[in-house]
């Protein structure tokens, strides 16, 4: 299946391109630094790895399976990002509810609305698309969450947003704990990611070389976990 064409990101790289604010409220020099790198490292992959998204499908099916009637919010990739359409296809075809994410208000957590393939979708803030208000909300079990650059313990460089910390934590603070699976290429490892009290590291990794559990306790991570 072609899919239509992803998102652009802006092409002012002074602004983090995902659902970013102005000026991000948790932001420092290393993590300016650190994203200037990331960016960089990013593009750089996403043209080794043209092939990408349909490995990402093969590594996340084998780890973690695909359960029916479970809620799987994936993300439609803008500019290089490692695009999940091919595994959100796959899983809607086993029976995999599928969302795709948008924004409520600023400052706010992000709501989630049903989406499957073919589906027309609306342009959201800073180049992002979402399925149109009529759609049904959805509470997800697993989380694809785009990123800039992760580290060995499983913390993640953000867009400067904050909008997927503030997801995870709504969603755990309600009683409905949530599987937060970072989607990246394998280049994008940085070991020495800046870290703050609110960042909140993920469960998965799932790269175009393979699917890694991650220490919630910020161990090291054993290569092939």
């Known amino acids: 299946m072609s899919f239509p064409p992803r998102a652009e990101a802006p092409t002012n790289h002074t602004i983090p391109e995902r659902m970013a604010p102005d000026s991000p409220p948790h932001d420092d020099s290393r993590k300016t630094t650190a994203r200037s790198r990331a960016r960089q490292r990013r593009r ?3 043209q080794r790895h043209q092939h990408a998204g349909a490995a990402l499908r093969d590594h996340y099916i084998h780890h973690l399976g695909a359960r029916p009637g479970h809620t799987v919010a994936g993300y439609w990739p803008m500019g290089d990002e ?12 086993r029976g995999v509810h ?5 924004v409520a208000e600023r400052e706010a957590p992000l709501t989630f609305r049903r989406w499957w393939p073919g589906q027309p979708l609306e342009p959201g803030p800073h180049g992002t698309a979402h399925p149109p208000e009529r759609e049904q909300a959805v509470t997800p079990d697993i989380l694809l969450v785009p990123l800039l650059a992760f580290d ?8 400067g947003g904050g909008y997927y910390d503030r997801t995870l934590a709504a969603l755990e603070g309600c ?7 970072g989607v990246a290429y394998s280049d994008q490892r940085d070991p020495t ?3 703050e009290a609110h960042d ?3 469960d998965w990794l799932v790269t175009e070389s393979g699917a890694r559990r991650l220490p919630r306790a910020g161990q090291p991570v054993r290569e092939g976990a």
């Open 82 to 93: 490692l695009d999940p359409r091919p595994l959100m296809e796959a899983l809607a075809h």
């Open 98 to 102: 599928v969302a795709l994410p948008a």
């Open 193 to 195: 990611l800046p870290r």
């Open 200 to 202: 909140r590291p993920l």
């Open 44 to 46: 750089l992959a996403a």
């Open 175 to 181: 009683g409905h704990p949530v599987l937060a699976v």
């Open 152 to 159: 060995d313990a499983g913390y993640r460089l953000g867009y």
